[in-house]
């Protein structure tokens, strides 16, 4: 079948049905998420208090909650879901599964979100134990993973069956992506899903009276970097097989497209202790190790960049433009599909350095829980995903719905990016500056003992509070973009836009394909990383903890 | 797989710059011995004026030799306990002379917490059950802020201490 006139074909009403149900939860999400960012950099600038004594970690942890583990959920499995039933199909029993997924998300995330809003869950989209919450917040959360995970199996089954429809054909590279991105999803989350499950719930519940502090930490973090990832791959997805569709190339590479993605896989997990540097009870040359398969990420990061700038030269000199740099003018930079994603790339470049030395094993003393890292998180989440996700959303949304985006709701997008890029270069610069000079993250408003070196960062929170004004005004005309692609523009075809080979590409490497290998090579790093350290931890814990709720105000 | 010539040159320098900046680290934590904080000694949470270091009497600061001190200090929320001065008032800030050298021993109560001393390298977590320690040469003079850096409850905030350095 001709890539181009696949890419035309809108789906059946019930397949874009679902995958746009997963868009409504997004772009709600991002409304309410947005807010209450809003509302936390003007709490902190220290010239406003929240009305009906709504508590700061409140909105803080709604904040967290929805937009780091609910809006980007919902959004990577709509859009993964549509580009699996763009390039293997899905059939009515996997779209059933994809609805059980889409209802056990949604109602965990209900659960979770009332629980917080009424107050009894002021733990952060972290929850360290000992604190705790009420175990709705705990079952509610349970069950937005194990809801993904339905998501998950269902995306490993469409391939399944399109493979064996299609024997001796390689997988089509970006449903082969999203089965790499599930992968490490369902094998990262069951840590978290093992410390909610047999840890947290157990104990709010009053069934088990105390719990290993160190051990749920451990757990946590050990799903917590490849959550990062989970949100960075399908970024990764658009920049390498959507991305040259809009510019009018073709893919750079399908092998390298899939070694890098490999590597991800592998080099995703086995890295929690960089979270856990500064952590009593865990030995510093294990987290030494774990520095060093972290770091293993700038390969595949370096052949994506690569890939990436290749990819825009050839398709500008294609063209015809010869000169040295000559290619890069020509880039359609008036196109909001490229051009969003494309400021996404550029704040990679100084969050990437950022994570670089987060990761410095000592380096890291220096920032460890400064707001440095809450502006590193917010130029690579918030800026580079986030900008990338709005990029596909402009073409997704309208091709789900049989509308076009219209010249003008693209001239709305590229002055939304601006606002983005204007407002998070204010709000990030800010964060990272007070970080450096020791300003702590997660706080309220406070001026601490008063001393000399808390004047020395005090006014970098009214800096971040007018970023923060800017973003929430781009994220009002975010809203304002998608309920119009949604309801409102006019009907039309709007392109799936994915990449083709080039007819000449060389043939890629069975061997890519072979999951048995890229599974077991992951397990064996994740047993060599935490085996001993985890055993270490459990052998030598000090008696378990009991539920704290009265220091997050539950009676 | 086929990889671009330039392809090959940009893969070689960044992994031969990744293997240099890992030996660097590696040689500043293995030889210089600047690792993270990594304290493995563990404490009954429920109990902490059972250990030496945490008794009432030897909170706070205390001289052990010429220009060395040690300050022990117990995290509950939302206070930091450096013990009491001459008139059975709480102490709240550490003095200690410039060039000193510091050793920092602290433990939680209750939940987990954070102790940076705000400008310097002194940044670590405190949790149940463990016990905290980093030693610092305070090389500047001036004051400089404790901050819990680590969400403990609603008054988080609220949860400081300061270090004066003369």
């Known amino acids: 079948m001709d890539g181009t006139e696949n890419n035309l074909r809108l789906f059946p009403k019930k397949d874009a049905r679902l995958y746009m149900s997963f868009m409504y939860v997004t772009f709600v999400s991002l409304l309410v998420g947005g807010l209450m960012g809003l509302l936390q950099t003007f709490v902190r600038s220290g010239r406003f208090t929240l ?111 399109w493979k064996k429809a299609h024997k001796g054909e390689k997988s089509p590279l970006l449903a082969f992506m999203v089965v790499i991105n599930m992968l490490m999803w369902v094998i990262a989350s069951l840590g978290v899903a093992i410390a909610v499950v047999v840890q947290f719930i157990p104990w709010s519940l009053g069934y088990t009276e105390t719990i290993n502090v160190l051990v749920s930490r451990t757990l946590f973090w050990y799903f917590g970097h490849p959550l990062v990832y989970f949100w960075l791959l399908p970024a990764y997805m658009a920049w390498y097989a959507i991305i040259p569709k809009i510019i009018g190339g073709k893919l750079f590479s399908d092998s390298l497209a899939r070694l890098a993605f490999i590597l991800l896989l592998m080099f995703s997990i ?122 596909i959303a402009y073409w997704l949304v309208p091709h789900l719905t049989g509308r076009r985006l219209t010249k003008q709701l693209n001239k709305l997008g590229i002055i939304q990016t601006i606002i983005w890029t204007v407002g998070m270069t204010i709000m990030s610069t800010a964060m990272h500056i007070q970080g450096l000079l020791g300003g702590p993250r997660r706080s309220a408003y406070s001026e601490y003992a008063g001393g000399a070196q808390v004047d020395t960062w005090i006014g970098y929170q009214l800096a971040q509070a007018i970023g923060g004004t800017i973003l929430f005004i781009g994220i009002l005309l975010m809203t304002y973009i998608f309920i119009k692609l949604t309801f409102f523009a006019p009907r039309g075809v ?28 992951t397990i064996a790093l994740i047993a060599f990383a935490y085996t001993i350290p985890m055993i270490d931890i459990i052998k030598h814990s000090p008696p378990g903890s009991i539920p704290f709720k009265w220091p997050i105000g539950r009676m | 797989m086929h990889l671009h010539k330039y392809e090959k040159v940009w893969l070689t320098f960044g992994m031969a710059s990744l293997v240099i900046f890992l030996l660097i680290i590696g040689f500043a934590a293995f030889w210089k011995g600047t690792h993270p904080q990594s304290h493995l000694e563990t404490i009954d949470q429920n109990n902490v004026e059972a250990h030496d270091s945490f008794k009432p009497e030897n909170l706070g600061l205390t001289e052990v030799a010429d220009g ?93 201490g300061k270090v004066e350095v003369y």
Not at chain 1, 290 to 314: D, N
Not at chain 1, 495 to 516: C, G, M, R, S
């Open chain 1, 494 to 521: 709007e392109e799936f836009p994915i990449a083709a080979e080039d007819e000449d590409a060389q043939v890629t490497p069975k061997i890519l394909e072979n999951w048995y290998l890229w599974i077991g090579i």
């Open chain 1, 51 to 161: 009305p009906f004594n709504i508590n700061y970690y409140t909105i803080l942890t709604v904040h967290g909650v929805i937009l780091g583990l609910v809006l980007t959920t919902f959004f990577i499995l709509g859009f993964q879901f549509a580009l699996m039933g763009k390039t293997v199909g899905i059939s009515d029993k996997q779209r059933n599964a994809g609805w059980v997924s889409f209802w056990m998300m949604l109602v965990g995330t209900v659960m979770t979100a009332v629980t917080i809003l009424v107050g009894q869950a002021n733990v952060l989209y972290t929850f360290y134990a000992p604190l705790a919450a009420h175990p709705a917040f705990y079952i509610g959360l349970a069950l937005v993973i194990i809801g993904s995970w339905v998501g998950a199996f269902t995306n490993f089954r469409q391939l399944y069956v």
């Open chain 1, 270 to 391: 086995p890295v929690g202790f960089h979270h856990q540097l500064t952590e009593p009870g865990i030995d510093p040359t294990w987290k030494f190790i774990q520095v060093v398969l972290t770091m293993m990420v700038v390969i595949p990061s370096l052949m994506t960049a690569f890939s990436i700038f290749a990819t825009f030269e050839i398709a500008g000199r294609k063209k015809g433009f010869s000169s040295l740099f000559g290619w890069f003018k020509k880039l359609p930079w008036g196109d909001v599909r490229f051009f969003a994603p494309f400021v996404g790339m550029v704040a990679f470049i100084p969050g990437g350095i950022g994570g670089i030395i987060n990761a410095s094993h000592q380096m890291n003393a220096l920032v460890h829980n400064t707001i440095w890292i809450t502006g590193h998180f917010h130029l690579t989440v918030a800026t580079t995903v986030i900008l990338t996700y709005f990029g």
């Open chain 2, 68 to 160: 060395k001190y040690k300050v022990n200090i117990v995290a509950s929320a939302f206070n930091y306990d450096f013990g009491v001065d001459k008139d059975e008032k709480a102490v709240k800030t550490i003095r200690v002379p410039q060039g000193s050298t510091v050793l920092f021993t602290i433990t939680s109560k209750d939940v987990v917490h954070g102790f940076q001393v705000a400008g310097t390298n002194v940044n670590m977590m405190v949790e149940p059950g463990h016990i905290s320690r980093y030693e610092a040469v305070m090389k500047n003079k001036g004051e400089f802020t404790i901050v819990c850096n680590e969400y403990c409850g609603i008054g988080h905030h609220q949860m400081f």
